[in-house]
């Protein structure tokens, strides 16, 4: 029978983590759901060079990114005995902002975008996975509680990201002018503030890409 280290052999062999545990949702979990692992990047090369050296990176078909997570998490459930679930397959869509914040590893930050223990700002999912077996992710500390200057709050040159939640048009018009290009090139400026964020920082052709996707 699998058990979470055949979980965590598996990731680690895609350049995958393993970022929280919540409970079964039964409206997309098959029965016998034990654990709701939430899989995600952790920053580095690893999983950029993993993805980057893939045939669906190199096939030139649209979303490499989200057909290599397939591939890989699929693969992984099958060897497992569990079953893979995306953020980006729907409707119906699984919601999981609502099963981040039920792990005790993720919660809403101060600008309203999730904050987890480890990654800070820089989280991402790549899917979740269903699991016949138990898979301990403790509860963590909060990493806002202990944060005493609270940067992402003021990070953003245009105040788009607040306490008061997302101003997407005021993002895009900034990112259209010249002083909008750190951002284009180096990632979210919110993102990249965050104290916790900066050991998990991404590379810039990778901030870039993503940029790219979300501001063509």
Known sequence: MARASDLDAALAEAALVALGTAPPDPDFCPPGTRALVLIGTMGGSAWWERVTASPEWRDGAPDPIDRWSKRMLEGIAARLGGRAIFPFDGPPWAPFQRWAQA?????????????????????????????????????????????????????????????????????????????????????????????????????PVQSSFHMSRFHP
């Open 103 to 203: 792990t005790g590893r993720m919660w809403e930050s101060p600008v309203r975008l999730l904050v987890h223990a480890d990654a800070g700002l820089w989280v991402a999912f790549r899917g979740a996975l269903a699991l016949p077996f138990d898979v301990p992710l403790p509860a963590a500390e909060r990493p806002c509680d202990r944060c005493a200057t609270r940067p992402c709050l003021t990070a953003c040159p245009v105040g788009a990201l607040t306490k008061a939640g997302y101003d997407v048009p005021g993002c895009h018009a900034y990112l259209d002018t010249k002083a909008g290009a750190d951002c284009m090139s180096g990632g979210c400026a919110v993102r990249r503030a965050c104290p916790v964020s900066a050991s998990h920082a991404r590379l």
